[in-house]
C-alpha cells in the first residue's frame, strides 16, 4: 500500500494518542473529518492499522520485572518450533517471543512479579515445555527506550 504525507501524519497521531477525536486529527494533518475517516478505514482494510490498544503499565498491575530469556531448543523441526510456539502462547506472562539467527533459537520478553515469581514460572511453564535444550535468563535492570514504529523515518509515496 503506498501511503502519502497525509496517511503518514495520520498515523503518527494515531500512534500518539489512538483515541483522538476525528476532528482532532484533521486539525493536526490539515484535512477535514471525512477524508480522515476515509482514509483511516482504508488503512484499516489494507492492515497497516492492525488494531487500538491502552498503553498499560506493568507496574501499576503489580508485575515490578521483566525478564529476557534466550532459549535453544533440541530439533529445528516445523513440528517441534510450531508447539514451542503454541506453549508459549498459553504463557499470559510472555509479553513477545522472536524465533531469531544466532546463538539461541528464541528471545523471549517475560513480564513477573518478583523473583520468585519468575522462578515459578520457570518450574511450572517455561521449563515443562518439551524440546528444550538451553536457556539463559537476564532480568532487565532498566528500560532505556521503549519506542513505536519511527514513522519521520518512511518516506511518504509520491
Not at 1 to 29: E, P
Not at 81 to 92: D, K, N, V
Request: hydrophobic share 45%; charged share 25%; proline share 4%.
Amino acid at each position: 500500500m503506498h501511503l502519502d504525507k497525509f496517511d503518514l501524519a495520520i498515523l503518527k497521531v494515531l500512534q500518539d494518542d489512538a483515541r483522538a477525536s476525528l476532528n482532532d486529527i484533521g486539525a493536526a494533518v490539515g484535512l477535514s473529518a471525512t477524508p480522515c475517516w476515509n482514509r483511516i478505514k482504508r488503512m484499516e482494510r489494507e492492515g497497516v492499522i492492525r488494531g487500538y490498544t491502552a498503553d498499560i503499565s506493568p507496574e501499576a498491575l503489580g508485575f515490578m520485572d521483566t525478564v529476557i530469556v534466550h532459549v535453544t531448543l533440541e530439533s529445528h523441526s516445523d513440528a517441534t518450533l510450531y508447539e514451542f510456539g503454541r506453549a508459549l502462547a498459553e504463557i499470559p506472562e510472555v509479553l513477545e517471543a522472536f524465533l531469531v539467527s544466532g546463538d539461541y533459537d528464541y528471545i523471549i520478553r517475560i513480564a513477573v512479579r518478583d523473583t520468585r515469581d519468575y522462578e515459578r514460572l520457570l518450574r511450572e511453564r517455561l521449563y515443562r515445555i518439551p524440546g528444550i535444550r538451553h536457556s539463559k535468563s537476564g532480568f532487565v535492570l532498566r528500560s532505556l527506550k521503549q519506542s513505536r514504529l519511527p514513522l519521520s523515518a518512511v518516506a511518504p509515496a509520491a
